[in-house]
């Protein structure tokens, strides 16, 4: 089974601190997303990576950056958070080919900022 | 990405079949449909997809219509454990490297 983890379910901050969200998946696939999903908006996509050390900017990238220095992890980062940023966030994986229509998602990370 | 439309909430009884409609009206002919559920506080979990034809697997049934503009998602006999949230997404298989336009979903609840 495909199994992608991340490092909290729960996790609180202040507003200001540096926050590490870590992800890692252990199928070996090259695409990594990261979003964040609020009541009354859905899934929004932050960022993703379709390969090592390679980004792109999602929906909604402002106030966060992202890490991928090895193929299995993919780390986001709220550089000084901020209320606002109080959300479940969600880490998903796929493998890239014909057939790769599956996107797996991680358990997610509730992180309250106050 | 097309935009779905689904209705927000649905009740079903334990071991009926569940049927969950979605209309994507502006599909375009290189648009899958895909159906994804969200059980509380997990992770959302792939169910299904298809283009044209209707397709079957362990989970469920998916029924597109011939003219692609709404398709229909069936768990054949509904659990309790079946109550989630279950969206419809339809996309290119490759667009941005697979990202997922989610939108409210159809909150199910399987009742006893």
């Known amino acids: 089974d495909v199994k992608v983890t991340q490092s909290s379910r729960y996790l609180v901050k202040r507003t200001g601190e540096k926050v590490f969200l870590e992800c890692v998946q252990d199928?070996?696939?090259?695409?990594m997303f990261w979003y964040r999903q609020d009541p009354g908006l859905g899934l929004r996509l932050i960022y993703f990576?379709?390969?090592?050390?390679?980004?792109e900017k999602g929906d909604i990238p402002e106030g966060y950056s992202v890490s991928r220095e090895k193929k299995e992890r993919f780390s986001l980062i709220l550089e000084s958070a901020s209320t606002n940023q109080t959300s479940m966030y969600l880490c998903?994986?796929?493998?890239?080919?014909?057939?790769?229509?599956?996107?797996?998602f991680g358990p997610g990370t509730r992180l309250t900022v106050t | 990405d097309a935009k779905t439309t689904q209705p927000p909430s649905m009740d079903c009884a334990e071991g009926r079949a569940a049927n969950l409609p979605c209309n994507h009206s502006?599909?375009?002919?290189?648009?899958?449909v895909y159906w994804y559920r969200q059980i509380h506080s997990q992770g959302p979990q792939y169910i299904i997809h298809?283009?044209?034809n209707n397709e079957t697997n362990e989970m469920a049934s998916l029924i597109i219509t011939e003219d692609r503009k709404s398709s229909t998602l069936i768990l054949p006999h509904a659990t309790l454990r079946d109550t989630a949230v279950y969206y419809c997404?339809?996309?290119?298989?490759?667009?941005?490297?697979?990202?997922?336009?989610f939108g409210q979903g159809t909150e199910l609840s399987v009742k006893p």
């Open positions: 998903a994986s796929r493998a890239t080919g014909a057939g790769s229509y599956e996107q797996y």
């Open positions: 199928m070996d696939h090259e695409n």
């Open positions: 990576s379709y390969d090592v050390k390679m980004k």
């Open positions: 502006t599909i375009s002919g290189n648009e899958y």
């Open positions: 298809g283009l044209k």
């Open positions: 997404i339809v996309r290119v298989s490759y667009n941005q490297g697979g990202k997922l336009i």
